[in-house]
């Protein structure tokens, strides 16, 4: 049974109750507010699907990278729209065009993140972006085999541990099934982030009506967030913003995250995306203010899927242990900070005032206090004239 999965180890794909032929798994908070599987008992016919179909239990096949690469869209405004070098939008396109169905991680504008699923180019802008939130999944694994069976190409995009899940899912491979992941730091809580975001809109002055992070309108491909506010918007540098900072300190991702075996040099997914962070050091030249992929193809499906997009991105070939060395994600878990340790214990007991000043605190960054303050354009012309001394 899936209770043979301690609690701490569950990921929240959710693939054991899509996969349970009696529908007797429900999904339920714990007392973190992340979501987890509970069997209703008197239900169970104790056929062990769940347990055959978890890939926490149940080993999924991984892949060393078959070609890496530097690479980015030529699309300018798919670039601007999407985090980094907007790879998965022009692979998201070319499925489109072919007819095909493409799923990923939506916000909506009450900031409830989910996996959805998109038939329009014009409906692409729900999927792109980053959402610092865990996806809750749905029913996504079983509108992907439905459309798979009516002969439809889907591209299935998340976190690695969401791509195991559909993969384990589905149980065997499908011709027109193309997977991309992102190279994950961990996921925290939509009740955390839900709260944190209502508390902001109130210490802001109006409701936010919707959150874009790393938004590149203000300083490229940066660590910049977008508040929509009712009649104006904020921009927050994430460093300085107590959610995204405890965010990128891994003090609020769930307890699987800290043992995740997707960090590896061995990956779920046809093709890997992430930033390509230390860019600069290796392929200067290469380097744009719009963003820049790193792209590992890790399958013959990756590989045709690279195929169908080639003449719609820049490529360049690029060394995979230069990538590793500047993006953690691909080789190793997240470490868990001792902040964790009473983290959501005293998010639950605590005002939110309180809880933001004593488990959110935000250290005095005077560098990151001048980016956010003094406009992109005026810092480079500032570094400029020192280069040029």
């Known amino acids: 049974m899936i209770n043979k999965l301690e609690r701490n180890k569950c990921t929240g794909c959710f693939a054991c109750a899509q996969k349970c032929p009696k529908k007797c798994i429900s999904i339920e908070k714990d007392d973190e507010g992340f979501l987890i599987p509970v069997i209703d008992y008197n239900r169970c016919i104790g056929c062990n699907i769940c347990e055959g179909t978890c890939p926490q239990l149940k080993a999924v096949k991984k892949n060393l990278p078959i070609e890496t690469y530097a690479s980015y869209t030529r699309n300018e405004k798919l670039l601007i729209q999407s985090t980094s070098g907007g790879i998965f939008a022009i692979a998201a396109c070319t499925v489109l065009e072919d007819g095909g169905v493409v799923f990923g991680a939506e916000m909506t504008d ?12 014009e409906d692409l802008h729900k999927l792109q972006g ?12 079983i509108q992907v085999k439905e459309y798979l069976l009516a002969d439809r190409i889907v591209l299935f995009s998340g976190t690695p541990c969401q791509i195991a899940g559909l993969k384990s899912f589905l149980g065997k491979t499908y011709e ?30 109006s409701e ?57 040099p061995e990956r779920c997914a046809d093709i890997t995306v992430g930033d390509y962070w ?12 719009l963003g820049v992929c790193l792209l590992l193809v890790n399958t013959e499906q990756g590989l045709d899927l690279l195929e169908k997009i080639k003449t719609s991105i820049v490529l360049l070939p690029s060394d995979y242990e230069n990538m590793k060395k500047h993006n953690s994600g691909l080789v190793s878990k997240p470490q868990r900070p001792v902040q964790r340790e009473k983290f959501y214990e005293d998010f639950k007991r605590k005002s939110m005032d309180a809880f933001v000043r004593q488990n959110m605190k935000v250290p005095f960054n005077m560098k990151e206090m001048l980016r ?14 020192f280069v040029k001394r």
Not at 111 to 118: D, F, N, P, Q, S
Not at 130 to 141: L, T
Not at 184 to 189: E, F, M, N, T
Not at 278 to 289: I, R, W
Request: proline share 3%; charged share 25%.
């Open 372 to 385: 956010q303050w003094i406009p992109h354009r005026v810092r480079l012309m500032v570094k400029d004239i």
């Open 208 to 264: 936010i009506n919707h959150w874009y992070f790393r938004n590149k309108e203000k300083d490229g491909w940066a660590q910049i967030d977008k508040l929509v506010l009712k009649d104006h918007s904020v921009y927050r540098r994430e460093n300085l913003d107590p959610y995204t900072y405890s965010y990128l300190k891994s003090y609020n991702l769930r307890e699987s995250c800290y043992e995740c075996q997707f960090c590896s």
């Open 130 to 141: 980053s959402k610092y939130v865990q996806a809750f999944i749905g029913e996504a694994y």
């Open 110 to 121: 009450d900031g409830i993140v989910r996996m959805c699923a998109i038939e329009k180019k």
């Open 278 to 289: 230390g860019l600069k050091n290796y392929h200067p030249e290469f380097y744009s203010e």
């Open 176 to 205: 027109k099934l193309y997977t991309i992941e992102i190279v994950c730091h961990g996921v925290p809580s939509q009740e955390m982030f839900s709260a944190y975001r209502a508390w902001l809109g109130q210490k802001l002055g």
